[in-house]
């Protein structure tokens, strides 16, 4: 089970760190990863991290946002800084053994989404 949390409004501007927690499963043994969806829009790649610690990040938010991870708490965090009205969408986490999976947005695990609003 996934449960993502952190989300809420922020000015374009401004950070936010949305938090994800990988309960009942070996946290260390998956990739983690963050994709978004705006309304009317496809669903967006946003960030992975693999179970080694490889990264990988969407277009739209790199060098913007920051991707993390810490087994000892089964942790994966989403740094967001510099957000801009764009980034408005509800983020979800996803958890699968493959970070490749992960990036491909069919992994075997998702969260229920935390919703993030950047007003201009």
């Known amino acids: 089970q996934l449960q993502a949390s952190g989300g809420g409004l922020v000015q374009a501007g401004g950070s936010l760190r949305l938090s994800c927690v990988l309960s009942?499963?070996?946290?260390?043994?998956?990739?983690m990863g963050w994709f978004r969806q705006a309304p009317g829009k496809e669903r967006e790649f946003v960030a992975a991290?693999?179970?080694?610690?490889?990264?990988q990040y969407g277009t739209s938010v790199q060098g913007r946002f920051d991707i993390s991870r810490t087994n000892a708490n089964s942790t994966v965090y989403l740094e967001m800084n510099s957000l801009k009205p764009e980034d408005t969408a509800v983020y979800h986490c996803?958890?699968?053994?493959?970070?490749?999976?992960?990036?491909?947005?069919?992994?075997?695990?998702w969260g229920q989404g935390t919703e993030v609003t950047v007003s201009s």
């Open positions: 996803c958890a699968d053994r493959s970070i490749n999976t992960v990036k491909r947005g069919t992994s075997a695990y």
């Open positions: 009942g499963r070996s946290f260390s043994s998956y990739a």
């Open positions: 991290v693999g179970w080694l610690g490889g990264i």
